[in-house]
């Protein structure tokens, strides 16, 4: 069956650096989008950056452009996010997400077909 974990979390003070790593297993993973989204207590998901299938290009949300960046290995099954000048803001538990959705429907989590149960990302100021 198909399994997203993610790894990579924990507490760092504002201006450290984290990366993130989720590995797939069950699907072809070049074949799909990768989305990491997160959500912090007592609001909505949001979502963080996407790497599209086949092309590999990215999108960010504008909170974090310029500070993250989102990768992908296939020969490995696994995308990264790595989190630089973090600030206490992006406080949340991280989810990575698969799905086969047109490549125009990234920033929707709606369109993600298969998730990871998340890590939590603390950022102390």
């Known amino acids: 069956q198909v399994q997203l974990v993610e790894s990579g979390g924990g507490l760092v003070q504002a201006g450290d650096s984290l990366r993130l790593s989720c590995a797939g297993s069950?699907?072809?993973?070049?074949?799909?989008?990768m989305g990491w989204f997160r959500q912090a207590p007592g609001k909505a998901r949001e979502f963080v950056s996407a790497?599209?299938?086949?092309?590999?290009?990215?999108a960010y949300a504008d909170s974090v452009k310029g500070r993250f960046t989102i990768s992908k290995d296939n020969a490995k099954n696994t995308v990264y996010l790595q989190m630089n000048s973090l600030e206490p803001e992006d406080t949340a538990v991280y989810y990575c997400?698969?799905?086969?959705?047109?490549?125009?429907?990234?920033?929707?989590?709606?369109?993600?077909?298969?998730w990871g149960q998340g890590t939590q990302v603390t950022v102390s100021s």
């Open positions: 069950g699907f072809t993973f070049r074949n799909y989008n």
């Open positions: 997400a698969a799905g086969s959705q047109p490549t125009g429907l990234v920033r929707s989590g709606e369109m993600y077909a298969y």
């Open positions: 790497i599209r299938r086949m092309s590999g290009a990215t």
